[in-house]
T-cell receptor, first 113, second 112 residues
Framework: KAGVTQTPRYLIKTRGQQVTLSCSPI?????VSWYQQTPGQGLQFLFE???????NKGNFPGRFSGRQFSNSRSEMNVSTLELGDSALYLC????????????FGSGTRLTVV | GIQVEQSPPDLILQEGANSTLRCNFS?????LQWFHQNPWGQLINLFY???GTKQNGRLSATTVATERYSLLYISSSQTTDSGVYFC??????????????FGKGITLSVRP
């Protein structure tokens, strides 16, 4: 079956702009989580959605937001981009929330100039 | 929150050698996974192993939950094993902990 699909793969944006990233989970998976990876901070949890509800949120400013649709696809949005938002954004899907294995997508590499 | 420490931070091996990668965590967990990050950034799931022992080809993993550590064994290493290995945990089981906390990773270089 198809894996976790993230689009786009690469993105270049200018400071102050906003960006929307998309994640389609494995069919049947209802939990979608987002992570940010940077050289300095490593892999950090952004938020988790399950059945269209945000279940858990990491320690990121309000410029980072997300949502989940009825088909479990998820989007994350970053507004007023800063240079420090340049990172690899990874999406993970899981059958349920908590206590189950996660499968990751290939990521979206965002560069803010 | 839960802390995850991986050791050693870097490992250089000759092709054919065996290695052990360690992950220590600070609290009880209901999920532990080992990942290999490929050169394109994707995290490839190696093992879902909150407790016990599993094997998959040349790789095996053991988690001793009561002592809060996990080990990843790589036998007869190949150059394609090179990359960064992450341990990630979810827990403790009580509370809203539906997120993975990652270690800093172990960079493995296998030389031909």
């Amino acid at each position: 079956k198809a894996g976790v699909t993230q689009t786009p793969r690469y993105l270049i944006k200018t400071r102050g702009q906003q960006v929307t990233l998309s994640c389609s989970p494995i069919s049947g998976h209802r939990s979608v989580s987002w992570y940010q990876q940077t050289p300095g901070q490593g892999l950090q949890f952004l938020f988790e959605y399950f059945s269209e509800t945000q279940r858990n949120k990491g320690n990121f400013p309000g410029r980072f937001s997300g949502r989940q649709f009825s088909n479990s696809r998820s989007e994350m949005n970053v507004s007023t981009l800063e240079l420090g938002d340049s990172a690899l954004y990874l999406c993970a899907s899981s059958p349920r929330t908590g206590g189950y294995g996660y499968t990751f997508g290939s990521g979206t590499r965002l560069t803010v100039v | 929150g839960i802390q995850v420490e991986q050791s050693p931070p870097d490992l250089i091996l000759q092709e054919g050698a065996n290695s052990t990668l360690r992950c220590n965590f600070s609290d009880s967990v209901n999920n532990l996974q080992w990942f290999h990050q490929n050169p394109w950034g994707q995290l490839i799931n190696l093992f879902y192993i909150p407790s016990g022992t599993k094997q998959n080809g040349r790789l095996s993993a053991t988690t001793v939950a009561t002592e809060r550590y996990s080990l990843l064994y790589i036998s007869s290493s190949q150059t394609t094993d090179s990359g960064v290995y992450f341990c990630a945990v979810e827990g403790p089981p009580t509370g809203a902990n539906s997120k993975l906390t990652f270690g800093k990773g172990i960079t493995l270089s296998v030389r031909p």
